[in-house]
């Protein structure tokens, strides 16, 4: 089979390893960097001249919902074809906004990851988590007080994104069952949640002997679980029970920071959601009782990160957003984490982090030789000016060596 290559010319390459432009060459082949260099000339061979324009990594969001076709994550009245269709324009719009790769939180499936992989939807590469698991009553559990009925433990009425399951039984079935379609990894609902209509956000949810459970059957499978978790108690004890990433985590202080360090644990922060909510939440019909509930995590968001940061866990980059109008925010989570963190820091997150956690480092977040080949190109450095990283600054994105948008003559 015949190898496809292509030579990216005059290049200022960057990323969160060498945040100084230095001057090269790309060689890149069948999708991977085979080759950086100097002066790279091979004979037949495509070359794209980038005249001193900047190359860096594919950006990584660690958090996303791409089935979340609305806001309120308890409105069911769509298809589950118009939710595919919406999840193909989520994808696309992200590639262009420069994520390469997503990590879907909760809600996408196999079809979607391999819609993808087979160049039916042009969108980012997607690490999926199926549903997320939730307890009877959880953040996941979207039935509002009054709802008298049973649900099935395969799915939760009204949302698309987890399914119940209780019980040392009932979440090892769901683990085998949702790693059964395909899942990367498994996501549980830990503590409280802003968008459930029947919790307290400092609720812990699952006892540390289903969360056991659950760590140890996904390590089975060879996988990791992220959770949901915004208090010190609901976080101490997915630590304890070895849970690998916590999202959110807003609540956190000194001493379960130390203990994240500790365990080697990722925090992964989701900022933007918050402002979303808060801006555009009501008019879009996301209910009241969840918007009481969003100042008691939103102004601890920052304060988090560094806590988080001075302890030295790895924090990532995530968004989380819900509905069409939010997902347009998605750069935003740069300009708001901006207030406390420098652009290496905040593009270490988005590349080198993320990449550890789905389990990617060294094949991408970098510029290196073996990496796959995710890349933008704009003009400028990113690492010393963030406002560079938007759709019309883009003149060329790459995903695994194919160029999906390109206005370089």
């Not at 061979?45 to 969001?61: A, H, N, Y």
């Not at 988590?129 to 709802?147: E, I, M, N, V, Y």
């Not at 990894?185 to 699952?206: E, F, N």
């Amino acid at each position: 089979m015949q190898q496809r290559h292509l030579i990216l010319k005059n290049c200022q390459i960057v990323d969160a390893t060498n945040p100084k432009p230095y001057s090269a060459s790309i060689h890149i082949v069948d999708g991977k960097i085979h080759e950086i260099g100097k002066v790279l000339s091979k004979s037949s061979t495509q070359e794209i001249d980038l005249d001193g324009r900047t190359v860096m990594p594919g950006l990584i969001d660690a958090h996303v919902h791409v089935t979340a076709i609305d806001i309120n994550l308890a409105d069911a009245k769509f298809a589950p074809s118009e939710v595919a269709i919406q999840a193909e324009k989520y994808l696309e719009s992200m590639l262009m906004r420069g994520f390469t790769t997503v990590r879907d939180a909760g809600g996408a499936d196999w079809g979607i990851a391999n819609a993808v992989n087979k160049g039916l939807i042009k969108g980012s590469r997607i690490f999926f988590s199926g549903k997320a698991l939730s307890p009877t009553g959880g953040h996941g559990d979207f039935r509002d007080k009054t709802a008298a009925f049973e649900p099935c433990g395969c799915c939760c009425p009204g949302s698309y994104l987890s399914r119940l399951a209780d019980g040392v039984t009932g979440v090892r079935m769901a683990v085998r069952d949702e790693m059964r379609q395909g899942a990367t990894q498994i996501k549980i609902m830990a503590s409280g949640g802003v968008a459930s209509p029947t919790d307290k956000i400092t609720d812990l949810q699952y006892s540390e002997e289903e969360i056991r459970a659950i760590v140890e059957e996904t390590a089975d499978h060879g996988s990791y679980v992220m959770a949901h978790a915004y208090s010190p108690q609901a976080i101490q004890r997915c630590l304890r029970c070895g849970v690998r990433t916590i999202e959110h985590g807003n609540l956190i202080d000194k001493e379960t920071a130390q203990l994240m360090s500790s365990a080697g644990a990722f925090l992964v922060p989701t900022l933007v959601i918050y402002k979303a909510l808060a801006e555009i939440g009501g008019r879009l019909g996301f209910p009241q009782d969840s918007l009481n509930k969003l100042s008691s995590v939103r102004e601890n968001g920052l304060e988090a990160i560094q806590i988080a940061r001075k302890a030295r866990v790895k924090v990532g980059f995530g968004t989380d957003l819900l509905g069409p109008e939010a997902h347009q925010m998605q750069l935003q989570e740069f300009s708001i984490r901006s207030a406390i963190e420098s652009p290496h820091e905040l593009l270490s997150s988005a590349t080198l982090v993320n990449a550890e956690i789905i389990r990617m480092k060294g094949k991408l977040g970098v510029v290196a030789k073996g990496a796959i080949a995710d890349l933008l190109v704009l003009q400028g450095n990113p690492f010393e000016d963030l406002s560079l990283l938007r759709e019309d600054q883009y003149d060329l994105i790459m995903k695994e060596g194919v160029i999906y948008k390109n206005r370089i003559s």
